[in-house]
Nanobody, 114 residues
Framework: QVQLVESGGGLVQAGGSLRLSCVAS????????MAWYRQAPGKQRELVAR??????NYADSVKGRFTLSSDNAKNTVYLQMNSLKPEDTAVYYC?????????WGQGTQVTVSS
């Protein structure tokens, strides 16, 4: 069983920054992929950023503003979010793909006011 605990969400004004953290109960270097997703009210969950096979991918909507990084020693992945926009408002979820299945955290709310 893999547990993921997100933190760092909150309320921020447009143009501001937040850093989300996701602590895993397993070595993240042993996972096949680590990712951040988000789900806004009334919308489907969407991929924000992921690390897979040593590379990092971003959704077009966050390229240049968000940065995914990891600290293997702390089993933690981060999502640095800059130049936040109201449309970034969502619950952000951490996901790990390992042992041939997905594991999800409980989510952290990010609210961006205009």
């Amino acid at each position: 069983q893999v547990q993921l605990v997100e933190s760092g969400g909150g309320l921020v004004q447009a143009g501001g920054s937040l850093r989300l953290s996701c602590v895993a109960s397993v070595s993240i270097s042993s996972t096949n992929a680590m990712a951040w997703y988000r789900q806004a009210p009334g919308k489907q969950r969407e991929l924000v950023a992921r690390i897979i096979s040593g590379g990092t991918n971003y959704a077009d909507s966050v390229k240049g503003r968000f940065t995914l990084s990891s600290d293997n020693a702390k089993n933690t992945v981060y999502l640095q979010m800059n130049s936040l926009k109201p449309e970034d408002t969502a619950v952000y979820y951490c996901m790990a793909y390992t042992f041939k299945r997905e594991y999800w955290g409980q989510g952290t709310q990010v609210t961006v006011s205009s």
